[in-house]
Structures are given as structure tokens and as C-alpha cells.
């Protein structure tokens, strides 16, 4: 204990914590790196599905009894195979290339079911006829528990619930924005940031915050001229959702 308390008075255990912490995001970044190598050899390594195709695709080229380097080969094929795609897609037959992708795996109803979700949540980003991109950002304001959340509101239509004029928002989670959830919402509850695009609000829950300095707006920082909230107009396209039990 003596030796604690003089180790403790020396400052030699303050030291060594300051190590520990400049030392402790590099050991972190590491071991996160090796367990996604070690997932993916797992998922794409010699003796999986995949990793047979990739062996097969190498074994074309180098021929039977070069297992590893007809691995690597495989692998290389695939990543230049990508990487070439991406150069398609991002000229202006991506949408041609999209739609001819969609009308295959969804031809058969099983695969269907599993493809139509994965594919709407990874074009979110990239986009803009559909998800995250036609939606605004707007910052809902909940007082009940005194509190402010940047959200997307979902769509145009306006829904009444029991005499209120509600509005459906999509509330982000961090650090993934994709596993957030719908909330209806007062819509003057609603305030508008017509500042922000939707990947500037999906940055800072993907960072956890830790870019919202660079990515709010101005409107939302301190001194700045509050913004209007959305007005209630009448809406034609309003839809009516009565309490269960009342009377149509």
C-alpha cells in the first residue's frame, strides 16, 4: 500500500495513464481492423461459398495446384470487376443498370422479399427519386421531455389524429441513421432547417456528433434568428385516422 500511495505521489501512475490513453485509440483501431479481417476471411475465405467462386475465378487463370494464388487472383478479379461497375454505374446508364438488376432478383417472390428491403435501404444515400434524399430536415421539438431531435420528415401527407394535425417523421439513430424509427408528430411541433441537406444530418449521427460543428447550420447555433415552424394550411391530401370505436 505504502508503495501504491508513493507511486500514486510521484505522479508515476498519472504517467502511465497518459500513455495509456495516446496509446489506447491506436490498440482500439488495430484490434477493430483485425476483426474485420477475421471476418471476412470467415465469410470470403478458402472453404466458404464465396471464396470458392473467388478460387475458381483464379484456378481459370493459374490452373489446377496454385489453390492460394488462385485465391488472390480471384480476389483481385473481383475488386477490378468492382471497381469497373462503379465506373458504369456512376455514368448515366446507373439507372438502366439498376432497373435491369431489380427486374431479375425480383422475378422470384422468396428472393424478393429479401432483396426489395436490402436495396431500398442501401440506395437511401444515392438516390433521388426515392428514401433519405426526397426527405427535408427539420428538427422536432418534443417538450415533454425537453428536447430537441434532427429528424427527416417522411413524406407530404398530413394525418389527423383525434382533432390534431400530425406530420410522419423519421427520427435517426446513432451510429446508424438506417435503425431509427417513424414517429407522427404535432406538426407545430415541426421547425424547418432548410439549411441542412440529409447528408449533412446523416454525418453527424454516423459520427456520433462528433462532426455537427462543421455540419449544422447556422440557424441552429447560438445568436442566430429563429426559424418559422411549418404552418397548418389546409391540405386536400390530408388523411383522416379516427380512434378505434368512433363513429365514421
Known sequence: MKLLVS???NNVVATFLAGLVVLLPVV??????AWIVD????????GTFLGEILLRGG??????GYESLAFFLGVLIALVGIWFLGVVARSQAQESISRFVDRI???VPFIRTIYNPISRVVRMTTDKTTDFSGMSVVACRFAGIGADILALVANQEVYIIAGERRRMVYLPAAPLPMSGGLVLVAESSI???PEMKVDELLRIYFSLGAL??????VSLKEGAVPVARIA???????????PQGAAK
Open 7 to 9: 507511486l500514486w505521489r
Open 28 to 33: 482500439l483501431t488495430i484490434l477493430i481492423i
Open 39 to 46: 471476418f471476412l476471411r470467415g465469410q470470403l475465405g478458402p
Open 59 to 64: 484456378a481459370t487463370i493459374t490452373g489446377p
Open 105 to 107: 432478383f425480383t422475378q
Open 191 to 193: 421547425i424547418p432547417v
Open 212 to 217: 455537427a460543428p462543421d455540419s449544422m447550420p
Open 232 to 242: 397548418p394550411p389546409p391540405s386536400p391530401s390530408s388523411k383522416i385516422i379516427l
